[in-house]
């Protein structure tokens, strides 16, 4: 149940909006909780991005990130425009206090959202939630400025991991279009969210890779990383997010998987990603974790060679070879 024109009488009314999106933002998050103010002040009203969490050091460059504030008093608000929240406690530690705003807006692609708005504009076959605002703002009456075709492409080119994943459709790739002849700065997107590396980070990289170990006949793939590595390089855990991708990666993988040494005494983090249709959440599980069934995690006690040799026993199980 979608009320588009609900959605836009609400924006269109209100002088000031609060901008809300979800807990540990993302590239659409951010995307859209900034195009959206600066669309809305380009309006003439008063809008204010909420950050309610922080911010990503890849994503720190974005047209209007000093304008993030913690420091907002809802009731001073005509409505608040929520982002990219499929679910109301998403929103971070005041979810309920913005929840019991009168005039909450919810603009979203997430099959699942809890319609919690007054108003609420759920496309749930949408790429992202960026691609929703790309046709939005021009009903609100909003040009869109190179600024805010910067944000909305950054929204969609990370939500289709650079249009590669399942959420990449013909519409997304359209709105891409437009929002390039309208002045997006695509090189700097791909750039400083896909590229941009450190020195440090591409050695442990290395250290990482040296670990990999393939088992299984090539079905199941993986990398450990020491603490000791993180630590001699001065590198968090933050710094190897997108690691597990170059197991996944291996032509004939079923299944790959990192795992993390955490700090303290014999913990060790797991990430698992499933090529072959198998569900990974069931696995993790079997260590107390959970997850997606084709992305999840866990933590188990033990050792990383004691962690591994069960966890690929699990594996084979999972794929059937055992
Ligand atoms: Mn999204």
């Known amino acids: 149940m979608n009320d588009q024109a609900k959605v836009i009488a609400m924006l269109r009314a209100a002088r000031s909006v609060l901008v809300v999106t979800h807990e540990n933002p993302d590239g659409d998050a951010i995307g859209g909780l900034l195009g959206l103010t600066h669309a809305l002040r380009n309006l003439g009203k008063q809008a204010t991005p909420y950050d309610v969490d922080r911010m990503p050091g890849y994503l720190t460059w974005v047209p209007g990130a000093a304008w993030l504030t913690n420091d907002a008093d809802l009731a001073a608000y005509d409505a ?3 982002l990219d929240c499929g ?9 309920q206090e913005i929840l019991a705003h009168p005039r909450v807006v919810d603009v979203d692609h997430h ?3 809890e319609h919690y708005g007054a108003a609420n504009l759920v496309e749930g076959t949408a790429s992202s939630t960026s691609e929703i605002l790309c046709r939005l703002l021009p009903e609100l009456g909003a040009a869109i400025t190179p600024a805010i075709a910067t944000l909305l492409y950054l929204g969609i080119y990370t939500d289709t991991t650079m249009f590669q994943n399942s959420a990449t459709n013909p519409a997304a790739l359209r709105a891409c279009g437009d929002l390039v002849a309208a002045g997006a700065d695509f090189q ?4 400083r969210v896909y590229i ?13 890779l040296a670990t990999l170990q393939v088992d299984d006949g090539g079905k ?10 993180l630590d001699e390089l001065g590198l968090g855990p933050d710094d190897l997010e997108t690691f597990v991708e170059h197991p996944r990666a291996v032509i004939g993988a079923g299944v790959a998987y990192m795992l993390r040494e955490v700090d ?3 913990l060790v983090k797991g990430s698992l990603r499933a090529i072959a249709d198998i569900d990974v959440s069931l696995v993790a599980g079997r260590f ?6 084709k992305a999840a995690g866990f933590r188990a006690k033990g050792t990383l060679a004691e962690v591994r040799a069960q966890l690929i026993e699990y594996l084979r199980q999972a794929l059937g070879t055992a």
């Open 188 to 191: 700097t997107v791909a750039r």
């Open 111 to 113: 099959p699942t959202n």
């Open 80 to 82: 608040v425009c929520v």
């Open 288 to 293: 107390g974790g959970g997850g997606h069934k």
């Open 220 to 229: 199941i793939v993986g990398m450990v990383c020491r603490k000791k590595d």
């Open 264 to 266: 303290g005494a014999g």
């Open 87 to 95: 679910a109301a406690n998403r929103m971070g530690p005041r979810w």
């Open 196 to 208: 941009d590396t450190s020195a440090a980070r591409l050695a442990m990289l290395g250290r990482v």
